[in-house]
């Protein structure tokens, strides 16, 4: 089943482990501020770069190269699940204009249905002998191993990001990012109790 599915409202937009890895090409040399607030100059090239979302109103650029970080502002709920955005730079916090443009595709395989292994308690009489004679009893929880049946999905999640770094209030594109992140993870449906 394919769907689409909105990046922000599910918290997966730059999601990846270590965000969307990518590459910069930047066409013409331009300065960026970074994580302390200091001007650094960007210079010609090509260069492998990450975009990570750190919270719904803050992203990180990462270039190779450069050991700085540079945070990019961008108002909460304004990049959509797919489709294009732009942040100018009197929002950004930086002084250049970002746009782009974000796709994500989620794809669901069929269910599957497994029998697991899975431990559950239960309540178990303890008797003992006391030292004068009869016996002492109290319950307790034990721990004992079983099996359940699990219904589960796996979901692969593919983001698609192309990101264009702008001449403040102009279209001239300075640089520009493209990127892909998969992420794969497996869905519980539903499981029988552990017996």
Wanted: aromatic share 8%.
């Amino acid at each position: 089943m394919k769907k689409f599915i909105s990046l922000l409202a599910m918290g997966v937009l730059f999601s990846a482990c270590n965000g969307i890895e990518g590459q910069l090409a930047v066409n013409s040399s331009f300065s960026l501020k970074n994580s302390d607030n200091a001007s650094v100059t960007i210079k010609e090239g090509q260069y492998k770069a990450v975009v990570d979302q750190v919270s719904s109103k803050k992203i990180n650029l990462k270039i190779d190269g450069y050991s700085s970080k540079f945070p990019i502002t961008v108002p909460k709920n304004s990049i959509p699940d797919n489709g294009d955005f732009k942040v100018g730079s009197a929002v950004s916090g930086q002084p250049v204009d970002v746009a782009g443009t974000v796709k994500t595709d989620v794809q669901d395989v069929y269910t599957r249905r497994v029998l697991q292994s899975c431990f559950y308690q239960r309540p178990v009489e303890v008797c003992m002998p006391i030292p004068n004679g009869g016996i002492t009893c109290r319950v307790d929880m034990r721990t004992f191993p079983g099996s359940q049946w699990v219904d589960y999905r796996d979901r692969t999640t593919t983001q698609d990001i192309a990101l264009n770094i702008l001449t403040a209030k102009s279209e001239n594109v300075l640089a520009d990012f493209s990127g892909r992140a998969v992420m794969r993870e497996r869905m519980i449906v539903n499981q029988t109790p552990c017996m």
